[in-house]
Each structure stands twice: as structure tokens, then as C-alpha cells.
């Protein structure tokens, strides 16, 4: 989501990292870029401003000068005050009491009804009960949006087809909630311009009359310049509790996070980062702030791993593989479980390094996506015999029926045995490496990915027996040695 | 003075210059044009969203122009607005008729971008014209968003085709146009349902809709209009690259230009794409559409300074 941010940005730490020493001169170009990062990044100008007046105070005192690596301790003031402008973080919803009232506010477009279903399923998820209050009675089928997603949910949904007034409606949902047992309200209001007197007083007039616990304010990350206007706009209005942003799994840079955080103060809670209603994450300042210099976002995949993968399989898959025995059965559970990640793009963007390889991939229109379900699909059409080696078992007649099955060209099951072939090779070396030698595997693995018309190659593993010029002269040197010994030996005697 | 000092400075100014009068800028009838004077109107520039490359191709038109010397803020201002009228310039006729047979327009835009209102603006639009009218309700994902098309219909009074939750919508938009063409309507509408312009299935998925149009009649769509927000920043280059990849945007309509978002980036979108915007949305009623008037959106763009004159 950051990406275009989080490249400006390390190509201008990038100019900065080859110098050994910091004069403001040349600081002054590195913080010229940041600034027209941020700026492209829709960071409104209030917060561009703020943001590059701490850092510059910092980085031009004399505490960077005499520091041992400056273009280091550059890097890290930008970091930290990325995560100060952006947190502290609370992601509490404040729920307890008998009756908590959540309101959702913010202007047309922004995501509202969605993230009020996202929302709500987070809150049954943690084990409370939900009820969606259907109060935007302004935007045709708004009700009918928040009744589908209620039904897809689970959860009740209050609506009147026939009210008028969002205020009463709101006051019959809270006596509907205490009813039926509810303990948690979502109020979904109708999306208005800030610049609308009437329209923000009858929000005004729903946050006195039904008292919400919290409010929230949904804000598209595509957000320009005027988010610090309609941000402040509905603070000053409602007091909001918190932020919650919308459609970040897109490209948009997302600078409006920094603006809205900074004009109104209030943390920011959640991003959605997609049109599936578990798409609902929380907000990590650190982790955002990690991405946008380039140091990858490796904690948020950890975390969705642990949820989604299934251990068990996992701890199966992991004792297979050290024993070497790695089948294309084990390859396609393993695509599989990638796959829950989410999409393939989006889990490459987590991964530092990876980044860079996502963007070439975006450019070339390789659809990682399509790949894999054609790679699951050829796999599918093996006979157990050759899924369990098929290095050995597929011959030409094979490949054909196999390729006819899977509705793929022959070469393309040709290439999927080698690709299996150097992996299931690499997984055996893997197997017997330590910890540190693996990252190092790895690593050396998505080096080997960025170019983009080299496969999986062999690596070339000594023999043994052929020696390098070092070290032969090495050899010679003991060989020498020893000879010398020898002879002074023989003298004495 | 060092760097540090001129920065904080800087920044004092852009607290003052917030929403207020620019006018100082001009105090006691001119003002010398330095480096001070420029990034004055970077920063006016940029409050626009019309990006940092606009901003900074017109603030080095003005150091080229008036560098050194003493300026009317008059002067300056006319000078932006016209290179700015002319960049967005726009032929009379915004729609392309088809000679025979329904006209098909397509419309296609990020999700919550306003599309299905702005489909309805269109309609009535047409309507008024005394054209006859078929909507295709081809969002089928999104939950309720046929039901929030057929509102429109209904009280627009016009003909809509619609398909089940989940159905292929590129059958809906052959159905719709095949209807159209049963009915001899003048204009058939299709909607989309929103996508952001990085999901590549989506984005194939409204190549497909564009491909199906096609093989009914050779031109159609005719007219592909891409939503847009006007309080999206930078990102309106990339929807506006994307979806025009996809299926050959022919103009943009600006929708909810009501609020106080100025919509700057329609300006580095017809630099870097080439696409002229030609509706703009102002406001929540089927009437609000309007044509779009290169004129009066530049003044619009730095109405906070001529409201100080």
C-alpha cells in the first residue's frame, strides 16, 4: 500500500547511505526527496510540514554529525517519526457495560456499510454480540446493503423501511438491542459532505439524543489533499474516538493516514484491506512505518500465518521435509496454505525483499494467482505413483495425458517436474542447514528470483577435489613445511 | 540563514496561508517574484491535488516568466488560469452519438467512487433530452447494489435489466443492450460494479464486459466513463491508467466536486493519460450533473484567492 512512498523514500536514503559524511548540503537533497514523497504520497501539506520539521531538527543536530553511522541514524529518525505521527495505537473499542453504541461517520464513498459489516464480525468473532443499526436512510438501498451483509454475517440487522428520522430510529434500535440480548450497536449513518450544515447537525443530534460509546471516522486511503478539511470538519462536529481506513489493498499510498492522525489526534483503529468481510486488520503505526522504508512487514504475515495455517499440516509437512521426503502432494498443501494468506500479491509485499520482485512482477502482468491454480490443476491430474516422483515415473505418454487433464500445454508439466525436481532438491540441503543457513538460502532464493528469465537454477556444489589457487598454495605451504622438518630431522641424526 | 531556519519559516507561513488570504502574499500592490514567492504557490498548487509534477511545471513557468520582477497578483494568477483552460480544454460535444442504434455508454470507477448515482444523473440527463433510456445493472457483486440502480429507475421511470446476485456481469450487460436494441432506446447504460484498479481479475472481468458490448454492435461502447472522486489525491492517476488499459477510457466524470476537494488531479490525469473529464457530479440529486467548463473549474481551483480580490 505504501509502496510508491516506501520506494521514493530508500531511493533517497539509498543517495544518502553511499556518503560517509552528512553536510547539510547533501542531507538537504535526501530531505528534499522525503518531502516530494510525502507530498505524492497525499500527505496534506499541514502534515508534511510537521512531519519534516521534527525531522530535520533532528537529523541536522549535531547528534547525527558525530554519530558513527550518520545516514543510519537518518533512517531511523524518519522511521520513528513516521510511527510517532502515525500512533500511539489503541485498538481497544472500549466494549463492556450492558449497551456499547459504536457510530460510524464519514463522507459518501468512503466504506461505511462495508466496515460496518466488517466490524460487526470482528465483534462477534471476540465473542460479543453484535447488532447492526441500519440509520444511513439517505443513499437509495443502503438498508438493503446492510440487511445482505447482516445475512452473510449472521448477525440481526435493525432497520425500518418507513423511518424518517435517523435519531428515533437509532433510540427504537437501542430498546430492539436490550430486547434481544445484543450487547454491541454498529450504527451505520448516511455518508454527507462536511461542508453540509444540515446533515452534520443531524449527526450532531444522533450523538446527543443516542450517546454513542465511540465514534468512528471511516476515511478512504485515496484520499487527497482535502482529507485534513473533512477530517477536522467531523472531529470538530463529533469528537471522534478513532479512524478506521478504507481500501488500502489498492495502490493508493495512503497519506492521508498521516493527515487525518495528524489533524484530528485521535488513533487510528483498523484498515480494510479488502472487499471480503474478514478483511478487517488493526492498525500497527511500527509495522506501517517498516513498510514505508522498504524493511517489509514481516510480523502482520507471521501473525495471518499462525491464524490461517492449520499447525498440524504444518508440523506433518516440516517432518517430511527433514526427512527429504518432499512430494508434489506436500508442494500443492504447501500452495494451498499460501493461498489462504491471501492474494499472492498482496503476501509478497509482507516479505522485505520482496517488494521490488512484487513491482516486476505487477509490470510484467505475471498473474502469480492464475500460475498457481494451473500448477494445483496439473498436479491434480497426476496418478499417485507420479505425484510421489515424478521425476521418475513421467514419461512423454504421461505428460500428455496428464497436460490433456489439466487443460495445460505439455511443456508447461514438463516444467512443473523440473521446477519440483530442483526444489525437492533444494528442500533435502535445506533440511540439513541450521537456522542461519536457511534465512541465507532464502534469501539467495528471491535474489535468484528478481531476474526475470532465470528458473530455479542448480546450484553448483563442490566436489571436493578440485582446489582453488589459495588454497593449493596452501597446501604447498604445508607440504614445505613438512619436507623441511623432515630433512633437519634426518641432519640431527 | 541556514536551511532549518528558512524551513521553520516555511511553515509558519503555511499556517497563516491555510484557508485564508492569500492576498498578503500581495500586500501594498506587488510583489517581487523570489524563491520565497514560488513556494508560495507550490504550496497553492499542491492544495489542489494536482500533484507535485503540475506544481512544479507551473511554478517554473511562473520563475521564467516573472522571475525578478515586481508582479500584480492579477498578473500571475491570469496567466496559471489560462495555461491551466487550455490543458483542459474540451470539444463541445461531450457524448458521441452513435449515427444508428443505441448509443452505449459504460461506466466503470473505483468502489464508493459514486458511479450507480452518477449512472442515474446520466439517465435523467438523457431523459430530459428526450431520449429513451435502458440501464444495465451490471454490479452483480456488491450487496444491494442492483436494488439501489432500480430505486433510480423507478423514479427516473426507465427501463433497467438486472441479473441475479453473483451472476456473470457480462451477461447482464448483453441482455441490457440486447433489450435496448428490441426497444430502439437511444442510450443504453451500463454499470459496473466498483474495483479497484490493482485486482487484475477484476480488471479482466470488465475487459470482458467491454469485449461482449462490442461483438453486439462493432462500436459499442461508444462512450466509456470512468468515476472519479474528487477528493482522491495521487491515486486518480493510477485508476485513470488502469482502467484506461483495461478498457479504453474515453473521459472522466468528476463526481461529488460539492464538497470542498478541489479535484486538482483531473490536471495531471489529462497531462500524464490524456483523459478529459467531461460531467462533474454537485451533489446527491439526479439533476446535479453538469457539464464540465474548463473555465470556471481553474477559477474554482483558486476560488480562495479570488474571493479575497
Not at chain 2, 454490479?139 to 442492483?146: M, P, Q, W
Request: glycine share 10%; net charge neutral; proline share 3%.
Amino acid at each position: 500500500m505504501f509502496e510508491a512512498l516506501q520506494e521514493n523514500l530508500s531511493s533517497a536514503l539509498r543517495t544518502l547511505r553511499g556518503t560517509a559524511v552528512l553536510t547539510e548540503s547533501n542531507m538537504r537533497e535526501g530531505l528534499r526527496t522525503v518531502h516530494r514523497a510525502l507530498l505524492e504520497a497525499d500527505v496534506s501539506l499541514p502534515a508534511v510540514k510537521a512531519f519534516m520539521d521534527r525531522v530535520t531538527q533532528q537529523a541536522v543536530g549535531e547528534r547525527v554529525l558525530k554519530a558513527i553511522d550518520p545516514s543510519k541514524q537518518l533512517v531511523y529518525i524518519v522511521y520513528q517519526e513516521l510511527v510517532n505521527l502515525m500512533g500511539p495505537v489503541d485498538h481497544s473499542m472500549h466494549l463492556g457495560g450492558e449497551v456499547s453504541i459504536l457510530m460510524l461517520c464519514g463522507l459518501q464513498g468512503s466504506g461505511k456499510t462495508t466496515t460496518c459489516g466488517k466490524l460487526g464480525g470482528l465483534i462477534k468473532q471476540r465473542g460479543r454480540q453484535p447488532m447492526l443499526v441500519a440509520a444511513d436512510l439517505q443513499r437509495p438501498a443502503a438498508i438493503q446493503q446492510l440487511q445482505i451483509l447482516g445475512e452473510q454475517l449472521e448477525l440481526p440487522v435493525y432497520a425500518d423501511l418507513n423511518a424518517q428520522d435517523p435519531v428515533r430510529l437509532c433510540q427504537a434500535a437501542v430498546r430492539q438491542a436490550k430486547a434481544l440480548g445484543a450487547n454491541v450497536l454498529i450504527l451505520d449513518t448516511a455518508g454527507r459532505l462536511h461542508v453540509d450544515r444540515e446533515l452534520m447537525e443531524q449527526l450532531t443530534q444522533i450523538d446527543n439524543r443516542v450517546g454513542p460509546d465511540q465514534v468512528y471516522l471511516v476515511v478512504d486511503a485515496m484520499t487527497g489533499q482535502d482529507a485534513v478539511h473533512s477530517a477536522q470538519a467531523f472531529n470538530e462536529a463529533l469528537e471522534l474516538d478513532g479512524v478506521i481506513m478504507t481500501k488500502l489493498d489498492g495502490d493508493a499510498r495512503g497519506g492521508a493516514a498521516l493527515s487525518v492522525k495528524h489533524v484530528t489526534g485521535v488513533p487510528i483503529k483498523f484498515i480494510g484491506t479488502g472487499e471480503h468481510l474478514d478483511a478487517l486488520e488493526e492498525f500497527h503505526p511500527d509495522r506501517m512505518a517498516g513498510r514505508i522504508l522498504g524493511m517489509g512487514d514481516i510480523v502482520t504475515l507471521v501473525e495471518q500465518a499462525q491464524q490461517k495455517f492449520d499447525q498440524e499440516e504444518m508440523a506433518k509437512q516440516q517432518a517430511r521435509m527433514l526427512k527429504g521426503q518432499f512430494t508434489l502432494d506436500d508442494f500443492k498443501k504447501m500452495l494451498g496454505q499460501v493461498g489462504k494468506l491471501g492474494p499472492l500479491q498482496k503476501v509478497m509485499g509482507y516479505i522485505p525483499g520482496f517488494g521490488q520482485m512484487q513491482k516486476m512482477m505487477d509490470a510484467m502482468g505475471a498473474d502469480a494467482e492464475g500460475d498457481m491454480k494451473r500448477l494445483v490443476g496439473v498436479i491434480d491430474s497426476m496418478t499417485p505413483d507420479e505425484r510421489a516422483d515424478p521425476t521418475k515415473v513421467v514419461d512423454l505418454s504421461r505428460r500428455r495425458r496428464i497436460a490433456a487433464g489439466a487443460g495445460v500445454q505439455p511443456h508447461e508439466v514438463n516444467d512443473l517436474v523440473k521446477q519440483f525436481d530442483l526444489m525437492s532438491g533444494m528442500m533435502r540441503q535445506m533440511a540439513g542447514m541450521g537456522i542461519r543457513q536457511r534465512m541465507k538460502a532464502m534469501q539467495q532464493l528471491a535474489q535468484d528470483g528478481m531476474n526475470p528469465n532465470a528458473a530455479l537454477s542448480k546450484k553448483k556444489i563442490g566436489t571436493g577435489k578440485r582446489l582453488t589457487s589459495t588454497d593449493r598454495a596452501k597446501m604447498k605451504k604445508i607440504r614445505d613445511r613438512e619436507l623441511r622438518k623432515k630433512k633437519r630431522e634426518a641432519k640431527k641424526r | 540563514m541556514g536551511f532549518l531556519d528558512k524551513f521553520k519559516k516555511g511553515l509558519k507561513k503555511t499556517a497563516q496561508l491555510m484557508r485564508t488570504d492569500i492576498r498578503d502574499l500581495f500586500k501594498g500592490g506587488g510583489r517581487l517574484v523570489d524563491d520565497v514567492f514560488c513556494e508560495e504557490w507550490y504550496e497553492i498548487f499542491i492544495r489542489t491535488d494536482m500533484g507535485v509534477e503540475a506544481s512544479q511545471e507551473l511554478v517554473d513557468d511562473i520563475r521564467t516568466n516573472f522571475r525578478a520582477r515586481v508582479v500584480e497578483m492579477q498578473a500571475v494568477l491570469d496567466r496559471i488560469k489560462e495555461k491551466l483552460k487550455v490543458l483542459l480544454a474540451q470539444p463541445e460535444e461531450p457524448i458521441r452519438f452513435a449515427p444508428e442504434g443505441p448509443t452505449v455508454i459504460m461506466v466503470a470507477g473505483v468502489n464508493g467512487c459514486g458511479k450507480t448515482t452518477t449512472i442515474a444523473k446520466l439517465a435523467r440527463m438523457f431523459q430530459e433530452e428526450g431520449k429513451n433510456v435502458v440501464l444495465g445493472a451490471a454490479d452483480t457483486f456488491r450487496a444491494a447494489a442492483v436494488e439501489q440502480l432500480t430505486i433510480w429507475a423507478n423514479r427516473l421511470g426507465a427501463e433497467i435489466v438486472t441479473g441475479p446476485p453473483g451472476s456473470d456481469p457480462a451477461s447482464v450487460a448483453h441482455r441490457a443492450l440486447a433489450q435496448a436494441i428490441a426497444n430502439q432506446a437511444d442510450v443504453c447504460i451500463v454499470d459496473t460494479a466498483g474495483r479497484l484498479q490493482t485486482q487484475q481479475g477484476l480488471m479482466q472481468q470488465l475487459t470482458k464486459i467491454h469485449r461482449v458490448l462490442g461483438k453486439q454492435i462493432p462500436e459499442a461502447p461508444h462512450e466509456v466513463l470512468l468515476v472519479l472522486d474528487a477528493t482522491t489525491g495521487q491515486n486518480g492517476i493510477s485508476q485513470a491508467r488502469h482502467f484506461t488499459d483495461a478498457v479504453k477510457c474515453t473521459g472522466l466524470v468528476l463526481a461529488k466536486l460539492d464538497g470542498t476537494a478541489k479535484g486538482g488531479v483531473v490536471v495531471a490525469i489529462r497531462k500524464q493519460v490524456g483523459l478529459p473529464v467531461k460531467y462533474v457530479g454537485v451533489g446527491e440529486k439526479a439533476e446535479d450533473l453538469a457539464l464540465f467548463d474548463a473555465e470556471s473549474f481553474v477559477d474554482a481551483l483558486f476560488e480562495d484567492m479570488a474571493a479575497n480580490e
